[in-house]
């Protein structure tokens, strides 16, 4: 059965750093492309980052770029965000998806055919 668990969320201060993790089972990981989006409560949910199958080429959102860095294991079969230099904005319900294929968009929620069940990140003092 096809699976993707996050882990890694929590409550941390304005400037400081979360790991998430995104655990994939039922598929080889290295032949799909992986994202990560977030919702906010009363917000549309928007794509943060994105890395595909081949070349593990990132995309980030505007918002994010040279705060978090994604990163796949295929040996592991995870897919890693690491955020910093946590911002209030950035609290929301963290998502990865996996894509229908080796390439992946932040625009296109439609591309990713199975979702995870989310994780908590609150930034607050």
């Known amino acids: 059965q096809l699976q993707l668990v996050e882990s890694g969320g929590g409550l941390v201060q304005p400037g400081g750093s979360l790991r998430l993790s995104c655990a994939a089972s039922?598929?080889?990981?290295?032949?799909?492309?992986i994202g990560w989006f977030r919702q906010a409560p009363g917000k549309e949910r928007e794509g943060v980052s994105c890395?595909?199958?081949?070349?593990?080429?990132?995309d980030y959102a505007d918002s994010v770029k040279g705060r978090f860095t994604i990163s796949r294991d295929n040996t592991k079969n995870t897919v890693y965000l690491q955020m910093n230099s946590l911002k209030p904005e950035d609290t929301a319900v963290y998502y990865c998806?996996?894509?229908?294929?080796?390439?992946?968009?932040?625009?296109?929620?439609?591309?990713?055919?199975?979702w995870g069940q989310g994780t908590q990140v609150t930034v607050s003092s």
């Open positions: 039922g598929f080889t990981l290295g032949d799909y492309a």
């Open positions: 998806a996996k894509s229908r294929t080796y390439y992946c968009s932040l625009s296109s929620r439609f591309l990713y055919d199975y």
């Open positions: 890395i595909t199958s081949r070349d593990g080429s990132p």
